[in-house]
Each structure stands twice: as structure tokens, then as C-alpha cells.
């Protein structure tokens, strides 16, 4: 591969064709791979889920090129109102966090801006009574029959398995499992929650910033990750292009053991979008941890090794009139 350019090709393409048709229900809101690269997710403001399933070959698709077919579909969320508050909460998907497989069928998290749901999806046998004791016509039965279950194919069923909520008072931007496979993080503008997997009442804040008065705020969270192999390890960016690292072997403290990534900026370039684009807006671990990928207005991968500047930038072309 070296000395050669990738070249991206156009295989496939979902949803509806006709703009006039789609609504504001049907506008995507987030996109997930799972860990193996054989299922998409997609949410939409609608609160629906959307699955899609790798097929190797080209006989359903026609095509040379590995590709994607419909899986299933379901309702996650839907639309509530907040008495309390007296705020409606949007059934809007914000993030899709899809689990290690360690048990038959399928496991990922959904959240809105309040309530997040742990779904399962998998294939169910499908089976139908037959052999009744009724004949065509109504005609006497000459001997009892005992009815039989037979096979008639599988389905895709999905179901909700626990529901995470009450623990965030801004909207939840973030979602990652933990490496130990057992808790997961959520994040909003100002905390980060570590839940356990198995019990939905019970939340640790590992990150509560102390807000009296919140026209004050001139820093928010904007996305929070574990890392990928070590369980005691997650990070969180800011709206200033801040990264900050928490390691709960040293404390849970992150303000003074963490450590900070910052973008080096130019005082002298500063300006009024300066801090609108510094912001990130979305920070993950690569699979090995050696490496973060930060999405500015374009994604910048770093190095750990380093707290300089990205390794490297991956820039838009500019389109020649």
C-alpha cells in the first residue's frame, strides 16, 4: 500500500430518495460501527433504531464491494414530558454505544438527552401449532390428534433489558463501555456518570463540576471515553480543546491528577471564533490506546507519547471551480 492512494467507492446508499417525503422525524442523528465492523446503527430524531448487516459477496447486492443490507428496526425512545421541569425531553438518539459480545445475540446503549436503555437483539425460532383436532367442513373427527409445534423460520426480536435515567441534568452527549466489560460512563456539559451494567439504580459521579450560577460557565464537557483496554483509564474534552485524563489507580480526583492535552494557540491569531473552533466535539482511544482521535472542524489523530500538536490533520479538499 505504500506509494498508493486509497480510493473510496460508492457501494450503497439507504433511506428515502425523494427529499419532499422526509420529515423531521426521519433526519439521522448519530452513526455507530460495532466493534467487529458487521452491524451499523443508526438513530434518528424519531427515536428509531435502524440496523444494518454486513454481507460479503455480491449475490443480494450486486456488487464486488463489501456492503451493508436491512437487518431491523425498532422504537428506542419516544417523546416525555419532564413535570418537574415542566421541559418536554426529545425522543431524539444522541449517542449508540454497542456492547462487547460475550453472550448470544446482540447488546447496545441508547440514550436521548435524559434517559438512557440497554437493548438486546437477537434471532428468535419461530414456531406454529398444527395438527388440530378439527377437520374441514366441520366433518367428525374419527381419533384424537395431539397438535405439534413445528419450525417456521426465524425473526429478529429486540428487548429492553434495563433503563438508566435521573443522573444528568443537561443533555447526555456521550456513551463508552468500560474495558472490564461490566460498566459503561455517560457524560453531560458539566458530569460524568459510571454505571454499572447489571444495576440501574445505582450511579458514581467520577466528575461533577460545581456550577452556582450557570451564566458563569465558560467551559463544558463535550464528549467523555474509556479507554480501550485499560478499565481504569477514561478521558473528556472540553468546549476549549482540552483533553483530560483520569486514572482511578492514582485517585478519583480528576482536576488535579489528570492529565491535560491542550491545542497550542497563537495569542496573536486569537480572535472572536477562536474558541468555536478549538472546541471538540468528539474525542475516542484508537483500539491499542496508543493514540486519540479528535474531531475539531476536521479529525486530528494524537499521540500519547506527545502532548504537542496532532501527529497529523485530515483536511476537506476545497473543490476546484
Not at 483496554?229 to 480528576?254: A, E, L, Q, T, W
Request: include cysteine.
Amino acid at each position: 500500500m505504500k506509494g498508493k492512494s486509497l480510493k473510496w467507492v460508492y457501494t450503497n446508499g439507504y433511506g428515502e430518495s425523494d427529499r419532499s417525503r422526509v420529515t423531521d422525524q426521519d433526519v439521522l442523528s448519530c452513526l455507530t460501527f460495532d466493534q467487529t465492523g458487521d452491524y451499523i446503527s443508526v438513530g434518528d430524531k424519531g427515536g428509531r433504531i435502524i440496523l444494518f448487516k454486513k454481507c460479503q459477496g455480491s449475490s443480494k447486492t450486486g456488487s464486488k464491494f463489501l456492503d451493508y443490507e436491512y437487518f431491523n428496526e425498532f422504537q428506542s425512545h419516544e417523546s416525555e414530558f419532564d413535570e418537574l421541569k415542566s421541559i418536554e425531553i426529545e425522543e431524539k438518539i444522541n449517542r449508540i454505544e454497542w456492547l462487547n459480545r460475550q453472550y448470544h445475540g446482540l447488546f447496545l446503549l441508547t440514550t436521548n438527552d435524559k434517559k438512557i436503555k440497554l437493548w438486546k437483539i437477537f434471532s428468535k425460532e419461530e414456531k406454529k401449532a398444527s395438527g388440530f383436532n378439527i377437520e374441514p367442513g366441520h366433518k367428525p373427527v374419527k381419533a384424537l390428534k395431539v397438535p405439534k409445534l413445528r419450525k417456521c423460520g426465524k425473526s429478529v426480536t429486540t428487548q429492553l433489558k434495563r433503563i438508566f435515567q435521573n443522573a444528568h441534568d443537561y443533555h447526555i452527549n456521550s456513551l463508552s463501555q468500560c474495558a472490564d466489560n461490566e460498566h459503561f460512563l455517560s457524560a453531560d456539559d458539566l458530569r460524568v456518570n459510571i454505571w454499572n451494567l447489571s444495576i440501574s439504580g445505582e450511579v458514581y459521579s467520577a466528575i461533577d463540576v460545581p456550577v452556582e450560577n450557570t451564566e458563569d460557565i465558560s467551559e463544558v464537557i463535550t464528549s467523555a471515553s474509556f479507554h480501550q483496554s485499560d478499565p481504569n483509564i477514561f478521558m473528556f474534552s472540553s468546549s476549549k480543546g482540552v483533553i483530560k485524563f483520569c486514572d482511578y489507580r492514582i485517585n478519583s480526583h480528576y482536576d488535579k491528577y489528570a492529565i491535560d492535552f491542550a491545542l497550542a494557540e497563537d495569542s496573536q491569531k486569537k480572535n472572536f471564533f477562536s474558541e468555536i473552533i478549538n472546541s471538540i466535539s468528539y474525542a475516542s482511544f484508537s483500539k491499542d490506546g496508543n493514540y486519540i482521535c479528535l474531531l475539531y472542524t476536521s479529525p486530528s489523530p494524537r499521540d500519547l507519547s506527545t502532548s504537542r500538536m496532532p501527529s497529523s490533520a485530515c483536511k476537506k479538499k476545497k473543490k476546484k471551480k
